[in-house]
């Protein structure tokens, strides 16, 4: 089992930052993959960023140029750097872990959630 636990949410206004962090603990795998998804009121969760353990990562459209996922595979930590904000970034910011193993079985876990509002 793996524990993710997020902290960095925040109420901030347009055009601030925020950095976002997950810890992981317990059987945290290699070769996994962690993300940020974004479930802004009355929508589905979507993703914002992820970053495999090799370091490639991907982006939201909206995040593109803004935004920056990064890990410190030492400390089974993934950062989420969220610059010139808009209050459509509103949402709560979920952590995820995401490991697929050679017998394609897919371990697939969930933080809390961490609340992001941006102020117009």
Known sequence: QVQLVESGGGLVQAGGSLRLSCAASGSTFSGNTM????????KQ????????SGGRTEYADSAKGRFTISRDNAKNTVYLQMNSLKPEDTGVYY???RKIFSDSTLYDNWGQGTQVTVSS
């Open 35 to 42: 993300g940020w998804y974004r479930q802004a009121p009355g």
């Open 45 to 52: 969760r979507e993703l914002v960023a992820r970053i495999i």
């Open 95 to 97: 952590c995820n872990f």
